[in-house]
């Protein structure tokens, strides 16, 4: 019986893991939902998101940003897509993106964590 106690507490430890991590295989399945305006095609609703980590805001010249996001002088570190992703219209007010944010701060790192892997 005590191996079996010892089994389950193993188990639960595993299953708690993933919390500690960001885990961009879970960021690549939430990104689905942002792949319906971000791709790479020229009639695409929003620019794309390549390389998107380390990049100035409003960076690419084929794509008609908003006044807001043209002015608002943000580096894309992790830290401020991460406020960005939370709350758009917080981070970026009167961005043209229609995206009301994640209220689940793991979701959030997790969409960041695949967005580094966009190259
Ligand atoms: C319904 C369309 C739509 C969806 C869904 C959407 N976006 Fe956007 N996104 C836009 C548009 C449009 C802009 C440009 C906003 C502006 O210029 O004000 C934008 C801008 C951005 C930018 C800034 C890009 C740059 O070059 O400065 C990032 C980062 C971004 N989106 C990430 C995401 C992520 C991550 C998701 C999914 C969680 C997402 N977006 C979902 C339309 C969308």
């Known amino acids: 019986m005590q191996f079996v106690r010892y089994g389950a507490a193993a188990c639960a430890l595993l ?7 960001a885990d961009a295989n879970h960021g690549k399945t939430l990104f689905t939902a942002c792949f319906a305006c971000h791709t790479e ?3 695409a609703l929003g620019p794309s998101l390549k390389g998107v980590v380390g990049r ?4 690419l010249q084929d794509f008609r ?3 807001a996001m043209t002015r608002s002088g943000l580096t894309w570190t992790e830290a401020n897509l991460k406020d960005y992703l939370r709350d758009p219209q ?3 007010k009167g961005n043209r993106m229609p995206f009301s944010g994640y209220p689940n701060a793991t979701d959030v790192d997790d969409v960041v964590a695949y967005l580094v892997t966009l190259k």
């Open 65 to 67: 940003y908003s006044p």
């Open 15 to 21: 299953l708690a893991a993933p919390a500690f991590a």
């Open 56 to 59: 100035k805001a409003a960076w």
């Open 41 to 43: 095609r020229p009639d």
């Open 90 to 92: 917080g981070k970026v």
